[in-house]
């Protein structure tokens, strides 16, 4: 099975993710979104949750836009050092 966490989607960005959970309310609320999201995905990848394949799809689609999110304030982050935090 694949995964889809953040940390292992983005290793070389570690440190930041970190410290925008700690210092980012907005931040630290789409990660655990995120993560919530990534797991019912995963819930339904491994059939222990039953839903239609248009759901999971769209459940699929809704992760990867807020890891887009995600990514972007990142990036944004490392573009300007002391705002991570």
Do not use: C, W
């Not at 979104?33 to 797991?39: E, I, T, V």
């Not at 807020?66 to 050092?81: F, G, N, S, V």
């Amino acid at each position: 099975m694949e995964h889809h966490d953040l940390l292992h989607e983005f290793p070389d960005h570690r440190e930041t993710i970190h410290a925008l959970k700690t210092g980012n309310a907005h931040f630290a609320r789409l990660f655990e979104k995120y993560h919530a999201l990534d797991r019912e995905v995963r819930n339904l990848e491994d059939r222990v949750t039953a839903a239609s394949e248009e759901h999971e799809e769209q459940l699929k689609r809704q992760r990867l836009a807020l890891k887009d999110e995600l990514y972007q304030m990142i990036r944004a982050a490392e573009a300007t050092p002391g705002d991570a935090a």
